[in-house]
């Protein structure tokens, strides 16, 4: 198993059907507690654990989820009141290393998640089918569909959980 990709890499390149939209959204709206239920019970101890060698211990896995899906929850805002905006990646090795991410508890982040994805299932269920075919272009990435970014971050909360429960079974925790 590949510790860093334990549900598979994401696929740009895969087209997105429409009547695949309502499960990746129920994916969006299932992430965080997906993402609560994989820390449940941990010690500071186990959260300060690496989920791999040489990768982020759990905590700092946690505090990267909210930091990854506001910064998608601003793209699908801008892609839907600008004509194919340009939005800037960050480094988000950098924003792990930082204190927040490294000691501050794994709660703020949860909540954080909970109160972000209820705003954006709500914007989700009520955009047109021609919403997600709108785009922006990604500094690292390219040209990216709506479509195709809600499909992205439904992986990405499944990746991430994946992340920290592949760790808890292999500590046995």
Do not use: C
């Not at 340009?86 to 982040?109: F, M």
Request: no cysteine.
């Amino acid at each position: 198993m590949d510790l860093s990709y334990p549900i598979g890499r994401f696929d740009f390149s895969k087209p997105v059907p429409p009547d695949a939209r309502p499960l990746l959204i129920a994916e969006i709206e299932a992430a965080p507690a997906r993402l609560r239920e994989a820390v449940r019970g941990l010690s500071d101890q186990q959260l300060d654990t690496p989920y791999r060698p040489g990768g982020w211990t759990v905590r700092q896995v946690v505090h990267h989820v909210p930091d990854s899906h506001m910064n998608s929850y601003i793209r699908f805002h801008l892609a839907l009141t600008e004509e194919e905006p340009a939005v800037k990646g960050y480094d988000e090795k950098k924003w792990a290393e930082l204190p927040d991410a490294r000691t501050g508890p794994v709660e703020i982040s949860l909540a954080l998640l909970d109160g972000l994805h209820t705003r954006w299932v709500a914007l989700l269920r009520n955009l047109a089918e021609s919403d997600f075919e709108r785009r922006f272009r990604h500094s690292e990435i390219g040209t990216v569909r709506l479509d195709t970014n809600l499909a992205l971050y439904a992986w990405h909360g499944r990746h991430h959980a994946a992340h920290i429960t592949g760790l808890r079974e292999r500590m046995g925790w």
